[in-house]
């Protein structure tokens, strides 16, 4: 589980280098005082002054990880050894095939190349605690083994379908009728799918994941009878007639092999509130030069003058894909 789970980890990657200022206590984290070298130093170069905004980025990730690490050892003594994180770096870059050094990706991400051994440390830290949190799960369920099968195998499964985009299920309806009557699909999508699209392609969405579509119409198109007319299908966008010509189920996951994938997902989340409960429980305090530590709606250094405002908080998230004006809806 090659992931970073805390906010600031994986944003800290891409951050530019900036300069820092001068010496002291920038925060303490428990009885770990955190130093304005400290945060100095994780920047790849540094030349001249790091802008506010910035140096509470940096001290951020810093205190993050020092929360992290004070944690994982205390509770489950998870402390990687130098050789565990060597042997990880090393992995990396043969991965890349030898053509690069740690400090050349160092530089790429504008980190010191110690302060990316160190990431690569918290990486493994957060593995071995997701490892002894799943411990404790029970696995999933017959019902969530079967119904995570139907929706991986829904989502997976490559659909060549062509559709018809209308505002009301009777206009659905009506188009139904017209096909049905001998009229082309193509002709009829094109006279009255709102689709833009549909004028020049006739309503044809080409063959794709249906998992690429919203829900209601992924599962339409994974059931419809081949070359049959389905519909009114009701989606956000509308009521589509669909018409699949063809299709392509993936090869089906073993039950072990589904297993591993929702125990994953459910380590995943566990580490995730863990770390949250870490983060509200650590004594945390940030020299009010260099802003205020809060935590919700995520745990983050709040620069100086902006204590009064909200933080924003993390929405990056895998969009979903769905049938749009211009592509199917």
Request: with cysteine; charged share 25%; aromatic share 4%.
């Amino acid at each position: 589980m090659k992931k970073l789970i805390s906010i600031a980890l994986a944003s800290a990657l891409a951050l530019a280098a900036c300069g820092g200022s001068s010496g002291g206590v920038a925060a303490t984290v428990n009885d770990t005082e955190l130093t304005v070298s400290d945060v100095e130093a994780l920047p790849y170069e540094s030349s001249g002054t790091m802008e506010p905004a910035m140096f509470a980025q940096y001290l951020t990730v810093l205190i993050q990880l020092q929360i992290l690490e004070d944690a994982a050892a205390a509770e489950f003594s998870v402390e990687p050894a130098e050789d565990t994180v060597d042997a990880e770096i090393e992995e990396l870059l043969a991965q890349q095939g030898g053509e690069i050094t740690l400090d050349q990706i160092a530089q790429i991400q504008g980190l010191s190349p110690d302060a990316l051994r160190r990431i690569f440390r918290a990486t493994l830290i957060q593995e071995e605690v997701a490892d002894r949190l799943g411990e404790t799960l029970e696995g999933p369920s017959a019902e969530e083994l079967d119904e995570a099968r139907r929706q991986q195998e829904a989502s997976l499964t490559e659909v060549c379908v062509r559709h018809i985009l209308v505002g009301t299920a009777e206009e659905a309806e009506a188009a139904m009728e017209r096909i049905e009557g001998g009229e082309s699909f193509e002709d009829v999508a094109a006279e009255v799918s709102t689709d833009p699209s549909a004028a020049d392609n006739g309503g044809d969405l080409g063959c794709a994941p249906a998992g690429q579509y919203v829900d209601e119409f992924r599962d339409a198109a994974v059931t419809a009878e081949i070359d049959e007319l389905a519909g009114p299908v009701e989606s956000t966008y509308g009521f589509h007639v669909l018409q699949v010509y063809d299709r392509t189920a993936p090869e089906p996951p073993s039950d072990d092999e589904l297993r591993e994938q929702l125990l994953e997902q459910d380590k995943i989340v566990a580490l995730e509130e863990w770390l949250m409960d870490k983060f509200r429980e650590a004594d945390v305090t940030v020299n009010e030069e260099y802003g205020t530590w809060v935590v919700d709606p995520q745990p983050m250094v709040q620069p100086p003058g902006t204590e009064s405002q909200t933080p924003t908080p993390d929405t990056s998230a895998p969009a979903t894909t769905a049938p749009s004006t211009t592509s199917g809806g």
